[in-house]
């Protein structure tokens, strides 16, 4: 019988504790629940399993250290985030769909270096999947707060220039940066 201190359970190989494994869990199922739509007996289950798999990849994988913290104000202005960025996505859809309808197909494909100020690993992550999220841009790679960013054409590359994504990636997680 144990009678040292209560340890947390941890999953297989001690790695992680369960908690950490149901909260990433749970946050897929919750962003499953909204991109399905559904309630349908069987997409739940189906997006249950699904979670749960990705929860545990997540943990062993992605935050191999610790997992980030993530405020409750942050998590309260992911929602104005997200509409924000489905704007920014649809117009980006638009333009890049106007692009190869044209027979012309007038893209002028660049790399361009684009100098962040966002000082958190979060906040840095969030606008790099942002930036790849976004038609017509990807994020190839990060260093310190410099990105290199793969963009379409130039209408791209001002898009990203403009900073409006970073300061509304700023706004949620860098709260104190944003006046």
Do not use: K, N
Not at 49 to 63: C, D, E, F, T, Y
């Amino acid at each position: 019988m144990d009678t040292g201190p209560r340890r947390q359970r941890q999953g297989r190989r001690g790695s992680r504790p369960l908690s950490v494994l149901a909260a990433a869990a749970g946050a897929t199922y919750a962003f499953w629940l909204v991109v399905s739509a559904s309630l349908a007996p069987l997409d739940l289950l189906l997006g249950l399993a699904i979670s749960m798999v990705l929860g545990a990849w997540a943990v062993r994988v992605l935050w191999a250290g610790d997992a980030p913290a993530v405020a409750p104000r942050e998590v309260l202005a992911m929602p104005r985030f997200l509409l924000g960025l489905g704007h920014q996505v649809l117009a980006a859809a638009a333009h890049l769909a106007r692009v190869v309808i044209d027979p012309r197909l007038p893209i002028q494909p660049m790399l361009i270096r684009h100098r962040t100020s966002l000082r958190r690993p979060i906040s840095r992550v969030a606008f790099a999947q942002s930036v790849t999220l976004t038609p017509g841009t990807l994020t190839v790679d990060i260093e310190g707060g410099t990105f290199l960013i793969h963009c379409l054409g130039p209408e791209f590359a001002r898009r990203i220039e403009s900073g409006e994504l970073e300061r509304r990636v700023a706004a949620v997680f860098e709260p104190e940066a944003v006046e």
